[in-house]
């Protein structure tokens, strides 16, 4: 079964300092894609990043950027000098290729970040 | 502009008054499912259609019904709400059923149940 663990329920930080938010994952299938979503004081669901799991190269996107692990079954997540506006609830999932399921997410508990003025 | 659009946004209810969340969007996507978020659990699958007239449990089916009679449309249905069902939740499609096919997310409807 797969399984999506963030360790981290709240991280607090102050603006300009890294923060990094773990993802451990579990799943059978050696096809699979792992996920990043934000989701901000507003509610919406904000997409960040897809990776499938044959790529596992580092990517960076401005000040976020994101170290996929397949080795230790990891998909972290660094937001560089952080800033305000990056107050939001993280969430870490995945998705494989189990048919019954279709294209079904699992998702992590998701980790709180607060970024302090 | 391609959405998801769900409604009601917000409903208080009380238990037992039959409710449903109606999900409809406008990309002509065959795979639709319902979530939902509860703190610490993150989001999990409801129900899910892979097209018209054919619709599966999730993970957390008990207490939900859906129908996809229409392509485009994929109601949730709480025949008896429980406060147990006070939750968020989010609908959501892709264009197909494999995990590379981007999903596209509602804005989400904050269901309390009295």
């Known amino acids: 079964a797969q399984k999506v663990t963030q360790a981290q329920t709240e991280i607090s930080v102050v603006e300009k300092e890294d923060v990094t938010l773990d993802c451990v994952y579990e799943?059978?299938?050696?096809?699979?894609?792992l996920f990043w979503y934000k989701q901000p004081p507003s509610g919406e669901l904000v997409f960040l990043i897809r990776r499938n799991s044959f790529d596992e190269q580092n990517e960076i996107s401005g000040r976020y950027s994101w170290n996929f692990q397949k080795s230790t079954s990891s998909f972290n997540f660094t937001i560089t000098a952080s800033q305000v506006v990056d107050s939001a609830v993280y969430f870490c999932a995945l998705s494989d290729l189990i048919k019954a399921a279709g294209n079904k997410l699992t998702f992590g508990g998701g980790t709180r970040v607060l970024v302090k003025p | 502009e391609a959405q998801v659009t769900q409604n009601p946004r917000y409903l208080i209810t009380v238990t037992g008054k039959k409710l449903t969340v109606t999900c409809s969007q406008n990309?002509?996507?065959?795979?639709m499912s319902w979530y939902r978020q509860d703190p610490g659990l993150g989001l999990r699958q409801i129900y899910y259609?892979?097209?018209?007239?054919?619709?599966d449990k999730g993970d957390v089916p008990e207490g939900y019904k859906v129908s996809r009679k229409e392509k485009r449309n994929f109601p949730l249905i709480l025949e008896s709400p429980s406060p147990n069902q006070t939750s968020l939740y989010f609908c959501a499609s892709s264009y197909g059923s494999q995990p590379y096919n981007e999903q596209f997310f509602g804005p989400g409807t904050r269901l309390t149940v009295l």
């Open positions: 990309m002509n996507h065959e795979y």
């Open positions: 799943t059978r299938d050696t096809t699979y894609y």
């Open positions: 259609s892979m097209n018209v007239e054919v619709t």
